[in-house]
């Protein structure tokens, strides 16, 4: 679609509704952009109950989730316990060095199930299946760390990072020779219990694996414990869970804000299935109360519809593209790309995209060189048997185009990414 004539210069089956893998990010974050805003923050916040006599809180400690999926190291030089070490902070110039009662965490916003139905239940313990709640720590994942030990026959030596007693281990993987290894890392079902099994070479050095949590919530809670024991603070009581406000007076000591544009940046430049999903129930909390993936659906469904994208076009199942249940024809996803370019906010949604050839990203090695490199701002989707490339392309002529590329039925995705490449190189050099 030529942007500047709003004139279809190509279509083939442009009306066929088809899988979109992750390309549903784009539906996502253009409908949080819109309706929240660039300006939004995420908020956590740390509140007290109760008196602080000498050095301790006669009373409860408590976190309010938002919905922030940005409690991590991410942002931090890889410091996990960054925002955690600030809470603790906020805590001290308070006088406070420990706490009598409970550990409350108020997560109430998002609904059950944590895991959406629809998403593969063989793979609910890697990364891009992570668990999704109002209070979340380190993308909901724990990094799993595998060394060898000093002997060949020797057990492997398994921590996690950061150190968490929270975690159960069952480890049967032994040391070998070689710089070889063979791992399976992964946890129980419906546990936060590690197993890890297979062997490591001695001269491997380490491997680190992300695995999915079960119970998000506890994480953090068992997170939050453990950074302010390393302040110095102790918590004497146990955790709560509690989906409400609990009762009585609470005192703001600190809130976390993190903001609403480098959260998209995450969604879509790095694909993050986690942050989607979170985006997708913040968005349904606020409008409707109901942090839910019906809510999420109705809330994304209502938005496209209201740009102009035809209703019939289009099925949402979720906010990621996990499931195989989001369907769009391409005709309705450059109307959407149509919208989104001329919104007031459509420098942001654009900016939210990966480029070609940005390093670190899956654009890395895709038309990185002249004229192609930076050329393209698209959303790239795989999963089985699907490859999806959604987005915008400059030509060399100044003329700007919103393109979808949506290839079902797929058995080869590097074939499919050579086709998709030729006809982008096709657009920048003749469009």
């Given at each position: 679609l030529d942007l500047a004539g709003e004139r279809t210069v190509?279509?083939?089956?442009?009306?066929?509704?088809?899988?979109?893998?992750?390309?549903?990010?784009?539906l996502t974050t253009a409908a949080?952009?819109?309706?929240?805003?660039?300006?939004?923050?995420?908020?956590?916040?740390?509140?007290?109950?109760?008196?602080?006599?000498?050095?301790?809180?006669?009373?409860?400690?408590?976190?309010?989730?938002g919905g922030d999926p940005n409690i991590s190291g991410r942002f931090h030089d890889g410091d996990s316990y960054a925002v955690f070490r600030d809470f603790a902070r906020a805590l001290r110039a308070r006088g406070i060095a420990r706490v009598a009662g409970d550990l409350v965490l108020v997560n109430g916003i998002f609904e059950e199930p944590r895991v959406h139905p629809d998403w593969p239940r063989d793979q609910l313990t890697t990364w891009y299946e992570a668990p999704i709640d109002a209070l979340s720590f380190n993308d909901n994942c724990v990094l799993v760390r595998v060394r060898p030990a000093r002997k060949a026959g020797a057990a492997a030596i398994v921590e996690t990072v950061p150190k968490l007693d929270y975690f159960a281990i069952r480890n049967s993987a032994r040391t070998g020779d070689g710089r070889k290894h063979s791992l399976f890392v992964t946890r129980e079902d419906a546990s936060d219990t590690l197993v890890v099994s297979g062997w490591i070479g001695r001269g491997t050095g380490q491997v680190d694996v992300w695995v999915a949590v079960h119970d998000p919530a506890a994480y953090f809670a068992a997170a939050f414990r453990g950074a302010l024991a390393e302040e110095g603070i102790a918590v004497a009581g146990g955790t709560r869970f509690v989906h409400g406000a609990p009762e009585g007076v609470w005192e703001l000591v600190a809130a976390h804000q993190s903001g609403l544009e480098r959260t998209l940046e995450v969604t879509n430049k790095r694909s993050q299935n986690f942050y989607a999903e979170s985006l997708a129930k913040f968005l349904a909390w606020k409008q409707s109360g109901h942090g839910s993936w019906p809510a999420a659906v109705d809330s994304i469904s209502r938005f496209l519809v209201s740009l102009g994208v035809p209703a019939e076009a289009f099925r949402v199942a979720d906010g990621s593209g996990l499931s195989r249940g989001n369907v769009m024809s391409a005709r309705a996803m450059t109307t959407l790309l149509e919208r989104m370019y001329f919104h007031a906010f459509g420098r942001e949604f654009v900016r939210s995209l990966p480029h070609s050839g940005e390093d670190g990203l899956k654009w890395e090695r895709r038309l990185a060189q002249a004229p192609y490199r930076e050329n393209v701002f698209a959303k790239t989707g795989t999963i089985n048997g699907v490859s999806t490339l959604s987005g915008y392309v400059k030509a060399t002529s100044g003329r700007v185009y919103a393109f979808s590329i949506l290839c079902n039925q797929v058995r080869s995705n590097s074939s499919a990414h050579a086709a998709q490449d030729r006809i982008l190189r096709t657009l920048i050099d003749r469009g």
């Open positions: 190509f279509e083939l089956d442009a009306d066929q509704p088809r899988i979109l893998a992750s390309n549903t990010k784009l949080a952009l819109v309706e929240l805003g660039p300006e939004h923050v995420f908020e956590t916040r740390v509140m007290t109950h109760g008196a602080v006599e000498g050095h301790t809180l006669a009373g409860d400690l408590a976190v309010f989730g």
